[in-house]
C-alpha cells in the first residue's frame, strides 16, 4: 500500500477504491500500523475492512507474527535523496553538505515522508540484518546505536549514512514498529492470512554469512504454538483453515488449499504440542520444531523431521489455468 503509517487510513482507503473501480480482489500486504503515533489506527482499519466485507466486497488481508518490520536502512534516508537511483544516492553521501541536510531532514519534526528513524524512537529501534561486504559483518545483529559505538561515531544518523555509504548497499535491516496488542487482534480476524514475507532459505553454507528476520524460519510455527498454543488467541482448525484454504481461495489456486478427493495431496503433518519456533533477531538461523512430514504433490518432502531429497514441487496458476 502507500502507506502501513502516517497515512495507514488513506492507503487502505485508495486499496479499496482501486478495488471497486478496476473490479478486482483487494489483498491489504501486510496488514499492520506502523510506529506508536500511529497504533490506534488499527481499530479504524478493522472497522473499515469489516464494514466493506459486510456488504460483500472481496477485500482481505494477511500479516506476519512479529513486532519488527523489514526494509533497506537507506529507507531512513529521505525519498527525494533517492532520486535517480542507488548510484545518486551513494553520489550525494559523498557530499558533506548534503549529509548535513539529510540529517536536519530526519531529525526535524513533520515532513512530507514516512520517517522510519523517528517511528521506531531512533537508533536503537533499528537492528542491522545483513550488509554487502565482508568487512562489515560485525555489525550484523547489532542495533544502530550499538553499531555506531563500533564504528566511533558520536551521531547514530552519521553512522547509518556512513555505512550505507560504505558497504554501498540498502542494508537489510529490522525495524521495531509494530505493536504486539495489535498483532494479537489482527490475529484474531478469520479474514487474515500469514505470511512469512522472506526467503527460505536452509540454515547452513553460505546463507549463514548474512543475518535474516526471523520471520523467515518461525511465523508458521509461531502461529501454531505461540498463539494458538499457548494464549488460544484463535482454535488450531481455524489457524490450519487460514494457514491453507483460505489463501488458496483467495489466489483461486486451482485444486489447493483442502484435503479432498480431487485435489492435490499438499499435507503437513506436526505435532500441536511441541510445534514452536525458534528464530530469534539475534539468532534467526533456527529451524522450528514440531513438524514431523510434508507431503508435497503426494511425494514426501520431509519424514521424521528431515528432507527425503524429494523436489515435488509444480507451477501454481491462477483463476482459469488448469
Same mark, same amino acid.
Given at each position: 500500500?502507500?502507506?502501513?503509517?502516517?497515512?495507514l487510513?488513506? $492507503?487502505?482507503? =485508495?486499496?479499496?477504491?482501486?478495488?471497486?473501480?478496476?473490479?478486482?480482489?483487494?489483498?491489504?500486504? #501486510?496488514? !499492520?500500523?506502523?510506529?506508536?503515533?500511529?497504533? #490506534? !489506527?488499527?481499530?479504524?482499519?478493522?472497522?473499515?475492512? =469489516?464494514?466493506a466485507?459486510?456488504?460483500?466486497?472481496?477485500?482481505?488481508?494477511?500479516?506476519?507474527?512479529?513486532?519488527a518490520?523489514?526494509? $533497506?536502512? &537507506?529507507?531512513?534516508?529521505?525519498?527525494?535523496? #533517492?532520486?535517480?537511483?542507488?548510484?545518486?544516492? /551513494?553520489?550525494?553521501?559523498?557530499?558533506?553538505?548534503?549529509?548535513?541536510?539529510?540529517?536536519?531532514?530526519?531529525?526535524?519534526?513533520?515532513?512530507?515522508?514516512?520517517?522510519?528513524?523517528?517511528?521506531?524512537?531512533?537508533?536503537?529501534g533499528?537492528?542491522i540484518?545483513s550488509?554487502?561486504? +565482508?568487512? #562489515?559483518?560485525?555489525?550484523?545483529?547489532?542495533?544502530?546505536? @550499538?553499531v555506531?559505538?563500533?564504528?566511533?561515531?558520536? +551521531?547514530?544518523? +552519521?553512522?547509518?549514512?556512513e555505512l550505507v555509504? %560504505?558497504d %554501498?548497499?540498502?542494508?537489510?535491516?529490522?525495524?521495531?514498529?509494530m505493536?504486539?496488542?495489535?498483532?494479537?487482534k =489482527?490475529?484474531?480476524?478469520?479474514?487474515?492470512?500469514f505470511?512469512?514475507?522472506?526467503?527460505s532459505?536452509p540454515a547452513?553454507? @553460505?546463507?549463514?554469512?548474512?543475518?535474516?528476520?526471523?520471520?523467515?524460519?518461525?511465523?508458521f510455527? %509461531?502461529?501454531? $504454538? !505461540?498463539?494458538?498454543?499457548?494464549?488460544?488467541?484463535?482454535? /488450531?482448525?481455524?489457524?490450519? %483453515?487460514?494457514? &491453507?484454504?483460505?489463501?488458496?481461495?483467495? /489466489?483461486?489456486?486451482?485444486?489447493?488449499?483442502?484435503?479432498?478427493?480431487?485435489y492435490?495431496a499438499?499435507?503437513?503433518?506436526?505435532?500441536? +504440542?511441541?510445534?514452536?519456533?525458534?528464530?530469534?533477531?539475534?539468532?534467526?538461523?533456527?529451524?522450528?520444531?514440531?513438524?514431523?512430514?510434508?507431503?508435497?504433490?503426494?511425494r514426501?518432502?520431509?519424514?521424521?523431521?528431515?528432507?527425503?531429497?524429494?523436489?515435488?514441487?509444480?507451477?501454481?496458476?491462477?483463476?482459469?489455468?488448469?
Open positions: 500500500m502507500r502507506s502501513e503509517g502516517d497515512a487510513i488513506e $492507503g487502505v482507503e =485508495e486499496l479499496m477504491r482501486i478495488m471497486r473501480e478496476g473490479g478486482v480482489r483487494a489483498e491489504i500486504w #501486510h496488514l !499492520k500500523a506502523a510506529g506508536r503515533p500511529n497504533w #490506534h !489506527k488499527m481499530e479504524n482499519v478493522i472497522d473499515i475492512v =469489516e464494514r466485507r459486510a456488504r460483500g466486497e472481496p477485500i482481505s488481508a494477511d500479516m506476519y507474527l512479529y513486532n518490520g523489514g526494509t $533497506g536502512l &537507506s529507507n531512513c534516508i529521505p525519498p527525494k535523496y #533517492h532520486d535517480g537511483g542507488a548510484g545518486k544516492l /551513494l553520489e550525494r553521501l559523498e557530499d558533506p553538505s548534503t549529509r548535513r541536510q539529510i540529517h536536519q531532514d530526519i531529525t526535524s519534526a513533520g515532513g512530507d515522508w514516512e520517517n522510519l528513524y523517528a517511528s521506531v524512537g531512533g537508533a536503537s533499528v537492528l540484518l550488509v554487502r561486504k +565482508d568487512e #562489515h559483518r560485525q555489525y550484523q545483529g547489532k542495533t544502530l546505536d @550499538v555506531a559505538q563500533m564504528m566511533s561515531i558520536d +551521531d547514530p544518523i +552519521d553512522a547509518l549514512m555509504r %560504505r %554501498r548497499s540498502r542494508i537489510s535491516s529490522a525495524y521495531f514498529m505493536s504486539e496488542e495489535n498483532i494479537r =489482527e490475529v484474531q480476524l478469520p479474514w487474515v492470512a505470511g512469512s514475507d522472506a526467503s532459505t547452513e553454507g @553460505v546463507f549463514l554469512k548474512v543475518s535474516t528476520h526471523p520471520r523467515a524460519y518461525g511465523n510455527a %509461531r502461529l501454531l $504454538g !505461540k498463539y494458538v498454543r499457548e494464549e488460544k488467541l484463535i482454535s /488450531l482448525p481455524e489457524a490450519v %483453515r487460514r494457514l &491453507s484454504r483460505f489463501p488458496a481461495d483467495n /489466489l483461486e489456486l486451482d485444486r489447493r488449499g483442502r484435503i479432498e478427493r480431487g492435490f499438499d499435507i503437513v503433518v506436526f505435532d500441536a +504440542d511441541t510445534i514452536s519456533d525458534c528464530a530469534t533477531y539475534e539468532e534467526p538461523h533456527q529451524y522450528a520444531v514440531g513438524v514431523r512430514d510434508v507431503i508435497v504433490n503426494g514426501p518432502a520431509l519424514r521424521d523431521g528431515e528432507h527425503t531429497g524429494e523436489f515435488s514441487g509444480r507451477a501454481l496458476y491462477g483463476p482459469g489455468k488448469r
